[in-house]
């Protein structure tokens, strides 16, 4: 598979984060190391990311993960679940 291939299978990833949360670190490095483009929004940055997080998961929790249309909350307890979808 060429780059280009490679890019057009690229799941559709946003990660809602903060600066202090260690999950949060571990989910953006996993992507950064495979490769996995990734849309990071801090929610310290902007009020309407916390909002987002609660419309999507109830809560307001980070990190929330959402690929194409999975949302997970945290990454260490999803982590096989992430994996097995971003290396589709």
Do not use: W
Request: aromatic share 10%.
């Amino acid at each position: 598979m060429d780059q280009k291939e490679k890019q057009m299978r690229q799941p559709n990833v946003v990660i809602y984060t903060i600066p202090t949360c260690s999950d949060c670190h571990d989910a953006k490095r996993y992507f950064q190391e495979n490769g996995v483009v990734f849309t990071e929004k801090d929610c310290t940055t902007n009020p309407d990311y916390p909002q987002e997080v609660y419309d999507l998961t109830g809560k307001q929790i980070v990190p929330t993960i959402v690929v194409d249309d999975h949302v997970f909350v945290g990454f260490s307890n999803n982590y096989e679940d992430i994996n097995q979808i971003t290396k589709k």
